[in-house]
């Protein structure tokens, strides 16, 4: 069973920066696509930013030009790198690993997530 998990939540006054980490038990080889995902309390989840494994990112608007989505290969994880953290960036950070099961077939691994609190 492939395991994800989330590391680098915490709490950060508005403005300042957090980094958060994937890491996957079996390692990116298989990994088709990797994606920080966030939900707020009362709300569905959202995709945040996505990598796929070529290297080409996607953004939500409402994260672009303040959020960096890449691959750390000496960490061997997939890091969101948020910067100038207002309010609304307040959620639980998922990551998701779709991961190839065989030809054709691919299953999305989810992580427990990860808590950011942005307050002064």
């Known amino acids: 069973q492939v395991q994800v998990v989330e590391s680098g939540g915490g709490l950060v006054q508005p403005g300042g920066s957090l980094r958060l980490s994937c890491t996957v038990s079996e390692g990116f080889s298989k990994v088709l696509r990797t994606g920080w995902y966030r939900q707020r309390p009362g709300e569905q989840r959202e995709l945040v930013a996505e990598?796929?494994?070529?290297?080409?990112?996607k953004y939500s608007d409402s994260v672009k030009g303040r959020f960096i989505i890449s691959r750390n290969y000496a960490g061997n994880s997939v890091d969101l790198q948020m910067n100038n953290l207002q309010s609304e960036d307040a959620a639980v950070y998922y990551c998701?690993?779709?991961?190839?099961?065989?030809?054709?077939?691919?299953?999305?691994?989810w992580g427990q997530g990860t808590q950011v609190t942005v307050s002064s």
């Open positions: 990598i796929h494994k070529v290297g080409t990112t």
């Open positions: 998701a690993a779709n991961v190839v099961q065989d030809i054709g077939k691919f299953r999305d691994f």
